[in-house]
Every structure is written in structure tokens, then in C-alpha cells.
């Protein structure tokens, strides 16, 4: 049986038989939120709990759920529930919003721990010798019967000083502990010799969007909102930097040897890092809002940015990255990607507004009489979503709708394609005509904000903006 619980006023339940996708029972649930729902493997009760209250449901004969509401006794104080288990002997064990575990048999309280932890408990995981929690003060506590044996304190492993690492996902199995955080860690632990392992780590409490791959290696970078930016090996899916700036992240772009890392920032920014260590070359005050992409030249002399306000910025990064040229797009547009041309002479540029514009790269003025020539030219790069060569993104019928990014394969005969449907699209490259064939593939919950191939074509890198998943296809 599945159980499913509601976003209506009621947080209705119903009961479901998945083998067969029938519905088995269902009832209202409680005006109050429902924060965990679990069968309880011994008898089959069905138990949620949530804000002020906490409910065993059985099913009766006529299909219909029946609730008993959890008797606290004389010694019990009601508060909010935020997850439950089980033990072997079909108790129920649930962690409060006020940092106590309860033990409940059946529907009645038979022990409370008091100030298992600081603040709200939201995780408890049982094993055959009794069970390990998690809660919001970063510690993982080993509880052996009614007594906790050992302390795993995690408060002070995130790399991000915005994100404090609350646990929010137990397990345990054969003498170690998997522990989630809210930060998007996974911790492995051995009960043994209290040891700590990271298994992986993420972006955590804001969204992503920063995405660049290494141009000779099976590395890649990621920039998030988090402040954070974060160099990934291919072979092992496991960070191998990490280093948190002043602000958000939102760009990021290895230059052609990848001795310098660039990194545009939510409040305007632009940093150079050094890619090996992280560590600060200079930064550059561009402009007042997100740059929204930034891009080296192909020999790596200019460095060129674009932001949400509209302007295109250009650098010489040989000279201190000092500002060489600057121009913007249509009034009250955003500039949103951009690419150099392969000889780095031209630079072309996607708006908010859906103008696709080409632009001199040293004197950075428009070139709207070159259209024609430069709309067939060679191009370092193909990140812009609009231009000759992707004009088959467009449905037949329509236009196309909430495209992200794209990116060229190295090999230059594939574009990926990042939108708000959660998918990666594959056509090939180019693709000119209105409503070009391609393959669709799913994995991101929500939007995908960027997509890059690995130097050698091996791997697709996508990430996404609000799951915070780094996918490798």
C-alpha cells in the first residue's frame, strides 16, 4: 500500500493499492499541516503527524479511514510532530518541534525524551538495538534502548556560512550512519571509530545557475546563489574545491587554458579566481545587477560580460583586466548569454526581449549591417539561445517557451538544450529549420538553468537552478 496525503485545506489521506492503482480508502486529514505519514510494519497502522497533533488511522471495513488521536497522559505536553518510525516491535517513535522524541504503543505516550536535542528533531531512523535521530542543531544522536550512547556533532561541517547544516535524513545499517543535511551533504559514519566521511555535496538554499567545464580535463565548475563556487571531478562526482565569496553566484567561465576561473556575482561583480586553489587575482566592479554571463575570447586575451540591467562589458584580461569597451542592448532588456566568434573579432549576444544582436568586439559597437555574414560565421562557442543556426528550437506551431541555456558539443555537431520543463533536449547541430527533431530526457524536478559537454563530448554536465542537482548524462 502507498499512502498520500493532500495540499487542500483538509490534507486529505487516501490509501492506495499501487499494484493495481486503485484507491483503497481515503478521509480528511487535519486542518493542521501533515509533516510525516508512515505504516507501521507490525500491525499496518497507518500513522501521521504534523502541527499539534499526531493520528493512528486503521481501515474499516466500509473503506474508510478511522483516526485515534495520540494520548499524551498527564505527564505529556502536546507539540508540534515532524517525522516518525518505527522499532521491530511495532512502537512508534516520533521527534517534536520542541527537541523531544516521543515513544508511543499503540495510540498512547509510554515515554518522552526529553532535550534530545536543541530545537526541532526532523529525522529518526530505528535499527534492531534502537535508533539514531537528527535534528536542527547539526547533531546526530546513537540511542541504544532508551539511553543515547554517542553524539555525532555535524554544526560546523558546511562550506557556506549562510547555510547552517541542519540534519534532515538518518539511516543506519551494519554499524554506520548515513546522515542528510539541509546544506546538501551526505555524511557516512562509522559507529565504531566516530569517524566522518563525505559521500557528496551540493548547493544548498538558493538557486543555481553558474556552469562551465574545463577545457583539457574531466573537470567542471558550478557557481550558486549560495555564494559559492564549486570545482567537480567527472571521474568521481565529488567536489575537489570549494571556496564561498561575498555574494551570489551566478556565471562562471574557465578561460582557454583554464589558468584563470571568472565569476560573475548577483550584486554586479566580477572575480578572477586562480583556478588550482581558488584563490582571489582581482575583482572588478562592473555593474549594479547579476552578470548573467561572462565569457573569455578564444586566446584568452578579453574577457566579456553581460548583465541585467543591458550592458556588454569587455576586458583586457593581459592588462589587469582593465575596461576596454562598453555598450548595451535595448532599453529595459536584460542581456542574457553571449559567444565569441572563433577569430575573436565579433561577439554575439541573446536579450531578454528575444533579440539576437552581433556586436565588434574591440570597438564594441552593434555591426547591424553584418548580419548575413556574421550569422553564418565560425563561433567559439554556441551558448545563445536565438541565431540562424538554432532557429530550430521553434515549434512548427508557436514559439519556443522557457528555453534556459544551450550548449554546443566540442565536436560542434550536438546542441543540448536547458528548459523549464525539467528536460535536456538533444538535436543536431545546427539546426536551422523550424521544428527540428530531437530526444527528450528527464530527471530534474524543475527547471534546468544550464547545460556544458565535457571537453572530450564524454559527458553532459546540466544543473538546476531550484533542486540544486548537478546531473552527468
Given at each position: 500500500k502507498v499512502a498520500t496525503v493532500g495540499l487542500d485545506l483538509d490534507h486529505s489521506i487516501a490509501v492506495w493499492d499501487w499494484r493495481k492503482g486503485t484507491r483503497i480508502a481515503t478521509s480528511m486529514g487535519s486542518s493542521d499541516k501533515i509533516f510525516d505519514a508512515r505504516f507501521n510494519p507490525v500491525d499496518d497502522v497507518l500513522v501521521t503527524c504534523g502541527v499539534r497533533h499526531i493520528k493512528f488511522w486503521n481501515i474499516m471495513g466500509d473503506n474508510q479511514l478511522k483516526s485515534k488521536r495520540g494520548i499524551y497522559g498527564q505527564e505529556g505536553v502536546q507539540h508540534t510532530m515532524l517525522c516518525v518510525a518505527f522499532t521491530d516491535a511495532g512502537l512508534a517513535l516520533t521527534g517534536a518541534q520542541s527537541g523531544d522524541i516521543y515513544l508511543w504503543k499503540g495510540a498512547r505516550l509510554e515515554w518522552q525524551f526529553e532535550e534530545a536535542h536543541i530545537g526541532p528533531v526532523f529525522a529518526i531512523s530505528t535499527y534492531p538495538d534502537g535508533f539514531v535521530s537528527g535534528g536542527k542543531d547539526g547533531r546526530a544522536r546513537l540511542w541504544s534502548?532508551?539511553?543515547?550512547?554517542?553524539v555525532f556533532d555535524f554544526s560546523s561541517t558546511t562550506v557556506a556560512s549562510s547555510i547552517s547544516t541542519r540534519i534532515r535524513s538518518v539511516a543506519w545499517k551494519d554499524g554506520h550512519v548515513l546522515v542528510g543535511t539541509m546544506s546538501n551533504e551526505i555524511f557516512e559514519v562509522d559507529e565504531r571509530t566516530m569517524t566522518q566521511r563525505l559521500m557528496t555535496q551540493s548547493h544548498a538554499g538558493a538557486e543555481v545557475w553558474g556552469l562551465d567545464t574545463h577545457p583539457s580535463q574531466a573537470v567542471f565548475v558550478t557557481g550558486g546563489e549560495d555564494k559559492t563556487v564549486r570545482v567537480y571531478r567527472v571521474s568521481s562526482r565529488k567536489p575537489l574545491l570549494v571556496r564561498e565569496l561575498e555574494a551570489g553566484v551566478r556565471s562562471v567561465a574557465y578561460n582557454h587554458d583554464a589558468s584563470l576561473l571568472a565569476c560573475g556575482l548577483i550584486t554586479g561583480q566580477v572575480i578572477i579566481l586562480e583556478p588550482k586553489r581558488l584563490e582571489q587575482v582581482c575583482v572588478r566592479h562592473a555593474r549594479s545587477s547579476p552578470i548573467l554571463d561572462l565569457k573569455f575570447s578564444p586566446d584568452g586575451r578579453f574577457l566579456a560580460?553581460?548583465?541585467?540591467?543591458?550592458?556588454?562589458?569587455?576586458?583586457?584580461?593581459?592588462?589587469?583586466?582593465?575596461?576596454?569597451?562598453?555598450?548595451?542592448?535595448t532599453e529595459g532588456c536584460a542581456l542574457t548569454h553571449l559567444d565569441w566568434s572563433e577569430d575573436g573579432l565579433y561577439i554575439q549576444t541573446d536579450n531578454s526581449a528575444k533579440l539576437h544582436q552581433y556586436w565588434d568586439a574591440l570597438s564594441v559597437l552593434e555591426k547591424r549591417d553584418a548580419e548575413e555574414m556574421l550569422s553564418r560565421a565560425e563561433w567559439a562557442s554556441w551558448t545563445c539561445i536565438s541565431g540562424w543556426s538554432v532557429q530550430g528550437l521553434t515549434p512548427k506551431l508557436g514559439q519556443p517557451v522557457g528555453i534556459n541555456a544551450v550548449a554546443r558539443s566540442n565536436a560542434r555537431d550536438v546542441l543540448a538544450v536547458?528548459?523549464?520543463?525539467?528536460?535536456?533536449?538533444?538535436?543536431?547541430?545546427?539546426?536551422?529549420?523550424?521544428?527540428?527533431?530531437?530526444?527528450?530526457?528527464?530527471?530534474?524536478?524543475?527547471?534546468?538553468?544550464?547545460?556544458?559537454?565535457?571537453?572530450?563530448?564524454?559527458?553532459?554536465?546540466?544543473?538546476?537552478?531550484?533542486?540544486?542537482?548537478?546531473?552527468q548524462w
Open positions: 534502548g532508551l539511553d543515547p550512547v554517542k560580460t553581460c548583465s541585467q540591467e543591458g550592458s556588454l562589458d569587455v576586458y583586457e584580461a593581459l592588462v589587469d583586466f582593465e575596461l576596454v569597451g562598453t555598450a548595451s542592448t536547458a528548459n523549464d520543463m525539467g528536460l535536456v533536449r538533444l538535436y543536431r547541430f545546427p539546426c536551422p529549420y523550424v521544428g527540428s527533431k530531437h530526444k527528450r530526457f528527464a530527471g530534474h524536478s524543475s527547471l534546468v538553468s544550464n547545460c556544458r559537454f565535457t571537453f572530450d563530448d564524454k559527458y553532459l554536465i546540466s544543473i538546476g537552478a531550484q533542486d540544486r542537482c548537478i546531473f
